[in-house]
């Protein structure tokens, strides 16, 4: 694994979709995914100037956090997350990238001593194994998410289904940058609704074309 070199290229990869999208660059913030790896070597992600750090499980975060909390690091939590374990970890977390319920909401509103980024997670391929909400159901549950002041809704979080063909996984990512404008113009308090969480490895570069903010990536740092 090189780290250094897989870095370069992601970036490389970034800056070209950057250009052929006509969008800055630094409008999109690479999030490094470290669920496959351990402290030393998230450690020396950090080392090489990766500023942004992802888990998506509550226990993994909490291990990399209390070993790397002193360095310069935003924190993403991107997996679901149990309302039991909720009080664990909200506090220490910068990003929340998969809101999925309004149960979910409710109880981090109960345990944050502070208001918490959060990105509705949307299923928009209506796959039953992923987790979100439909895009119907987002504007159902949006009112009863504005009741909470712990809750500030950045932006929408999609994951593409695995086997998708390039023609669908554009199509998903369009419908969720439409969607995310949508929200965004309704203006709602503490709902800016500026970013998008979407892009893996292997689909980031479409990711961008329809305006991604956050691509999250974890296997091509690590290959
Ligand atoms: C693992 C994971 C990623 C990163 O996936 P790669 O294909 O390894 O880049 C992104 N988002 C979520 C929610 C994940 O669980």
Same mark, same amino acid.
Request: glycine share 2%.
């Given at each position: 694994m090189n780290l250094e070199k897989n870095k370069k290229s992601i970036f490389e990869q970034v800056h070209k979709a950057c250009v052929a999208a006509n969008r800055?660059?630094?409008?999109v913030k690479v999030v490094a995914?470290?669920?496959?790896?351990?402290i030393s070597t998230a450690s020396a992600l950090l080392d090489i100037g990766i500023k942004h750090l992802a888990e998506n499980r509550v226990d993994k975060f909490l291990e990399k956090y209390e070993a790397l !909390?002193? *360095?310069?690091v935003t924190w993403h939590l991107i997996g679901s997350l149990q309302r039991r374990k909720v009080k664990d970890v909200i506090n220490h977390?910068?990003?929340?990238?998969a809101l999925d319920s309004l149960n979910l909401a409710k109880e981090i509103q109960k345990r944050a001593a502070h208001p918490i980024n959060c990105f509705l997670q949307?299923?928009?391929?209506?796959?039953?194994?992923k987790h979100g909400f439909s895009p119907d159901e987002v504007n159902l549950v949006l009112p009863q998410i504005?009741?909470?002041? !712990?809750? *500030?809704?950045v932006g929408l979080m999609t994951i593409a289904p695995l086997d998708a063909d390039s023609e669908t996984i554009h199509n998903i990512f369009e419908q969720a940058a439409q969607l995310r404008q949508e929200l965004q113009r309704?203006?709602?308090?503490?709902?800016?609704?500026?970013?998008l969480s979407m892009g893996m490895s292997n689909d980031y570069e479409i990711a961008i074309q329809h305006g991604a903010t956050f691509v999250r990536i974890g296997t091509s740092f690590f290959k």
């Open positions: 800055l660059e630094e409008n995914v470290t669920k496959h790896v351990d !909390k002193d *360095r310069d977390v910068d990003y929340f990238h949307v299923n928009i391929s209506g796959e039953e194994s504005a009741e909470l002041d !712990k809750i *500030r809704l309704q203006d709602r308090k503490n709902m800016p609704f500026t970013e």
